[in-house]
């Protein structure tokens, strides 16, 4: 895992979803994984602790795990028309309350992709700027 993080110096959700270093983890399910693992999706690769590539391991693993079992039991063998927005707990829940925290879920665009994440229990309470408002801004 510290070698796949250390391939190449970027933020933590950019590096997991990008299929390089780590194939499969597309955007929904890579704000799934840093909400369980309690981390920043603007984190640095480089900075991140050995408690915390623990802990974003095994969110990995955790996740994809579940995400597989509430799959099969919602779709049973067909594969789902739309993405199943239901089954996430913070991805496209933006302005609900935290499943863990009741703080509300934000997210922040840029680019074509969305983040969402809890400032409480990700973020150290910090809510990010949204890129799209602050380019607009300037």
């Not at 693992?37 to 994809?64: D, K, M, W």
């Not at 795990?65 to 739309?82: C, K, M």
């Not at 922040?108 to 809890?118: F, K, L, N, Q």
């Amino acid at each position: 895992m510290r070698a796949a993080l250390a391939a190449d110096r970027a933020t933590l959700k950019h590096l997991i979803t990008q299929q390089r270093p780590i194939a499969g983890i597309g955007n929904g399910y890579g704000d799934e994984i840093l909400w369980e693992a309690r981390l920043s999706p603007f984190a640095r690769t480089e900075a991140l602790t050995e408690e915390a590539i623990a802990a974003l391991h095994a969110a990995i693993q955790g996740v994809l795990r579940r995400g597989v079992e509430e799959n099969r039991a919602e779709f049973s063998d067909a594969l789902p028309i739309r993405e199943p927005i239901a089954l996430y707990r913070v991805h496209h829940h933006g302005g609900e309350p935290c499943p863990r925290w009741g703080d509300v879920i934000r997210f922040v665009a840029y680019a074509e992709r969305e983040t969402y994440y809890c400032p409480t229990c990700q973020a150290q309470g910090k809510v990010f700027a949204d890129r799209r408002l602050s380019r607009l801004l300037r």
